[in-house]
């Protein structure tokens, strides 16, 4: 396994590829002609001042961006050799392969602990939820909790409300829905930012754990945490991607000098 903040651009083949994406909301582009390789198994950081376009991008990948009135994409992105934006693709079925989790948790209100993380995979029609394959739904979502981390903590609470987890807790399960269909790629949106620091070491630990067995694409503010967590770190600026390179390279020999400017604290 990669250590954080050792990997380079040639160690695996790219899993997510981004060419000349243009994302726009009406009249305003929030994403200018990027250019942008994930590699698969690692771990890839993406930070910048607020309204940088980081979120927009993460939400391109899943085609999630286009669900905003308005919203526009152009360009490429490949997940695995695929095009995303081609024509026939079915975004609910991508989304399956490009988990997503948000700022704030969001288990479903109405579900429990276990519905939440088996919701995926029945709206897939992989597993029924009765009868003699039941057995097999119990254990993909027991294989879920468990790569979440979470398993030891509500093994025992199952069949109770999601919302009586902790805000971390939820996170984690949130987590844990979106790896119930074994996807490809798994975009985290700021995904500590409304956790305590036990909560946010969690989420960190989760994603040391994960590398390797799903490409990860993390945004975040924090560039502590990007370059405890983060293979490779890509900073964007005003919607384009100034610099993208191993984290430890980002961190201490910036090749531009507005990622200088931002990583040392000067602006942002």
Not at 151 to 176: F, H, M, P, T, Y
Request: glycine share 8%.
């Amino acid at each position: 396994m990669t250590e954080p903040g050792k990997a380079h651009a040639g160690d695996s083949a790219p899993s997510v590829v981004l060419h000349d994406l243009v994302a726009a909301y009406g009249s305003r582009t929030a994403v200018r002609k990027v250019s942008l390789e994930c590699q698969a198994g690692l771990v890839t950081a993406i930070i910048g001042p607020s309204g940088c376009g980081k979120s927009t991008l993460l939400r391109c990948i899943n085609r999630l961006h286009e669900s905003v009135p308005g919203a526009t994409a152009r360009g490429s992105v490949r997940i695995d050799g695929h095009e995303v934006y081609a024509r026939g693709v079915d975004p609910i079925a991508l989304r399956r392969r490009v988990g997503m989790v948000f700022q704030r948790p969001t288990p479903f209100p109405t579900h429990t602990v276990f519905d939440n993380v088996a919701a995926g995979i029945r709206a897939a029609g992989e597993a029924a939820t009765e009868g003699t394959r039941a057995a097999p739904l119990a254990d993909r979502v027991e294989r879920a909790l468990q790569r979440a981390g979470l398993w030891n903590e509500v093994k025992d609470r199952l069949k109770q409300s999601a919302l009586a987890l902790s805000g971390g807790q939820q996170q984690r399960l949130c987590i844990a829905r979106a790896l119930a269909v074994e996807p490809t790629v798994l975009l985290l949106d700021e995904p500590t930012a409304s956790l305590d620091p036990l909560g946010t070491l969690r989420i960190e630990e989760l994603v040391y754990e994960l590398r390797g067995s799903v490409t990860l694409i993390v945004v975040t503010h924090n560039m502590q945490q990007a370059a405890r967590v983060s293979d490779v770190t890509a900073f964007m600026l005003s919607g384009e991607l100034v610099e993208r390179a191993p984290t430890r390279a980002i961190f201490t020999t910036p090749r531009d000098e507005r990622t200088e400017a931002y990583v040392t604290g000067r602006f942002g």
